[in-house]
């Protein structure tokens, strides 16, 4: 299961379609009106060292009332909780 926001745009639609096509269960992923969706591209140096280029978009939007909604699905897939730290601090808190 995936909790988050997607833009209304095309890439938006292309990732949530996505989801759906692998089994991923979507409900719980909101569309942010007149947000971009979000991406990060990973970067690597010579040495093999990490960085990324974060563009927030509609995950700024992640907020604990998102979580809250989602507090179902959390509480059945608690073996194991992602978190990818491109979203508020507090949506992150109450997950």
Known sequence: AMIGAVGDDDF?????????RRGVDSRFV????????GMSVAIFDAGGDYGAVIVSGSNLTLGEKDIAAATEVV????????LQ???PE??????
């Not at 509480?75 to 992602?82: G, I, P």
């Open 30 to 37: 909101r569309v942010a009106p007149g947000a971009g969706s």
């Open 75 to 82: 509480a059945q897939t608690a073996v194991l909780l992602l």
């Open 90 to 95: 507090a949506a992150n808190i109450a997950a």
């Open 12 to 20: 938006g639609r292309a990732l949530v379609g996505n989801l759906a």
């Open 85 to 87: 730290n491109e979203v």
